[in-house]
């Protein structure tokens, strides 16, 4: 089910009417109609019908809404304000249709990405396979995708009985021949021994928390985009540390540092062949004081910010 969003999310302090060096960015977003087109289009996922399937806490479901807020009193600091951001709305899990709601998900990244690029509000880490889904409807079969993972987990569990929040990178690259997978932040104990042979096995290209001060790092992930025709780019809250992100389902005692996910995420927003970008696991219900929540927005911000050309 799609819902549109109501303007009365985007609110904040208002500096200046028309001087658009004051605005913030609930004076520059605007709502989708049928002949908008901009140069950024958000859409929200509001659904943790996966992080359930895999036993996980829920409350993601409210995290679209959660980041618009946090989001809509930031300042607009870039010079290109008209037509620059357009919210798509919410596309909602009903029940248990988790299948039914990613297709549809696909189906608005891939409207987006006729316009322009495309940020999606998760919502559970299961957002990432319809906003895959979309990029590779708009791209075609033959295009390259290159999959790139912030996030302390592999995601690539086993799907038999049914897909979930820890499955979908698995269910791609089975699926998808030109597909590829670049995991950074992996925790040792955040990963069965099990999961580190499948990613073995499926060759993905991975980098533990502990891994990304090497040189290597740097040059592996810029040979890894520069490689593909398109890249898709995901960020699971969850790879930080605690005491920075309370609010998700599976918390990191020793995740990384905000600073450091913003700077490895500078580098992939800001690489001409970004074509989208999803932000998972937030839970507001587990949240301390918004400051999941705000973290995110900050992360959206950078992601926005380094994606005009």
């Known amino acids: 089910m799609h819902k549109p969003t109501e303007l009365k999310i985007w609110q904040g302090r208002v500096d200046h009417e028309s001087d658009h060096t004051y605005y913030r960015y609930h004076q520059v977003v605007q709502l989708a109609s049928t002949d908008t087109q901009g140069n950024i289009g958000i859409i929200g996922f509001a659904c943790d019908e996966g992080v359930q399937r895999n036993n996980g806490r829920i409350g993601a479901k409210n995290a679209p809404l959660a980041l618009r807020k946090q989001l809509a009193t930031l300042p607009w600091r870039h010079p290109n304000y008209e037509n620059a951001l357009i919210d798509y709305g919410d596309v909602i899990c009903e029940g248990n249709e988790l299948e039914q709601a990613q297709s549809e998900l696909g189906d608005k990244v891939s409207n987006i990405l006729s316009n322009g690029k495309a940020i999606v509000l998760g919502g559970g880490h299961e957002t990432l396979y319809g906003q895959y889904l979309g990029v590779r409807k708009a791209f075609g079969p033959d295009a390259s995708i290159g999959l790139i993972n912030i996030d302390a987990h592999f995601d690539m569990r086993s799907y038999d009985k049914q897909p979930s929040s820890g499955t979908m990178f698995k269910q791609i690259l089975d699926e998808d021949p030109n597909a590829d997978y ?34 290597s790092f740097t040059i592996d992930l810029h040979n890894f985009m520069d490689t593909h025709d398109v890249l898709l780019v995901t960020l699971c809250m969850d790879v930080l540390n605690a005491a920075e992100a309370p609010g998700v389902s599976a918390p990191s005692p020793f995740g990384l540092s905000a600073v450091k996910v913003r700077d490895i995420l500078r580098q992939m927003a800001s690489h001409k062949k970004t074509v989208s970008f999803s932000i998972c696991e937030v839970n507001p219900l587990l949240d301390v004081d918004n400051r999941t929540a705000k973290l995110g927005a900050y992360y959206i911000n950078e992601v926005i910010m380094n994606s005009f050309e």
């Open 182 to 215: 670049f995991v950074c932040g992996i925790q040792q104990y955040g990963n069965t021994t099990a999961l580190f042979d499948i990613a073995d096995q499926y060759n993905v290209s991975y980098f533990t928390d502990e891994q990304l001060d090497f040189p």
